[in-house]
Nanobody
Framework: QVQLVESGGGLVQAGGSLRLSCAAS????????MGWFRQAPGKEREFVAA???????IYADSVKGRFTISRDNAKNTLYLQMNSLEPEDTAVYYC???????????????WGQGTQVTVSS
């Protein structure tokens, strides 16, 4: 069992930056691949980024070059650095843990409760 708690969301102007964190507790954090997903109002949840246990990364095309996913296994924490934010990035952001880094939700077993990110124009 892994418990995930996101933080760092908030209100930011377009062009600004935010860094999300996801603190993990329970079983060994380093044993899991981790991912970030987001859900905008009225839309389905979508993939944002993922990081393998080895540190390799995957990004959605919509955030490539603007967002950076990273992990600190010593601190049991996952990060998402978001730069050049756009109003279209407004959503609830979720972190997830699984045994495979992928763009599909089904491979992730554990989910956080989400943190709201709002980007004003």
């Amino acid at each position: 069992q892994v418990q995930l708690v996101e933080s760092g969301g908030g209100l930011v102007q377009a062009g600004g930056s935010l860094r999300l964190s996801c603190a993990a507790s329970g079983r060994t954090f380093s044993a899991y691949a981790m991912g970030w997903f987001r859900q905008a109002p009225g839309k389905e949840r979508e993939f944002v980024a993922a990081i393998r246990r080895s540190g390799g990364t995957i990004y959605a095309d919509s955030v490539k070059g603007r967002f950076t996913i990273s992990r600190d296994n010593a601190k049991n924490t996952l990060y998402l650095q978001m730069n050049s934010l756009e109003p279209e990035d407004t959503a609830v952001y979720y972190c997830a843990a699984g045994f495979e880094a992928a763009m599909t939700e089904e491979v992730y077993r554990y989910w956080g409760q989400g943190t709201q990110v709002t980007v004003s124009s």
